[in-house]
């Protein structure tokens, strides 16, 4: 495959990835998602304040939404990429809570397994979005 496709293909995935981490993001400020994804969070990682559960959920929003336009800046896309991976692993606590508790998060609540499944894949998209 020539150079060319390959770039095409990346730009084509840092697109794809963009639209739907802005996408993602967006939804933490919708109060509905807002309150489930604050009840997400894993009780021994909930505080008062600042780093209050939902402050939390929209700190991530706007990590995602940040994020995803960072992918489709150049010179800010590897550094985009790279605090992506860091932030899929730092939420996956409360995708495993919540993973715990498919009764109380119904839908939300993919089994444990696909959803480290699907993160991993995402992480891994993102790298090869960039390289």
């Keep these: 495959m020539s150079s060319d496709v390959i770039d095409g293909l990346q730009l084509v995935l840092r697109v794809i990835l963009a639209v739907v981490l802005i996408g993602a993001g967006v939804t933490h400020f919708l109060p509905a998602v807002k309150r489930t994804m604050a009840a ?3 009780p021994r990682l909930r505080r008062d304040g600042l780093a209050s559960p939902v402050n939390l959920v929209l700190f991530t929003g706007v990590c995602e939404i940040v994020g ?5 800046v150049p010179s800010t896309r590897v550094l985009a990429a790279g605090a992506l991976v860091l932030f899929l692993a730092a939420v996956f606590p409360a995708n ?5 508790h498919p009764k109380r998060f119904g839908r939300v609540a993919i089994p444990f397994v696909p959803r480290l499944i699907a993160q991993l894949v995402l992480m891994i998209l993102i790298v090869l979005a960039v390289l």
Aim: no cysteine; glycine share 16%; proline share 8%.
């Design 96 to 100: 495993a809570y919540a993973a715990r």
């Design 68 to 72: 995803g336009v960072g992918l489709l």
């Design 40 to 42: 997400m969070i894993p």
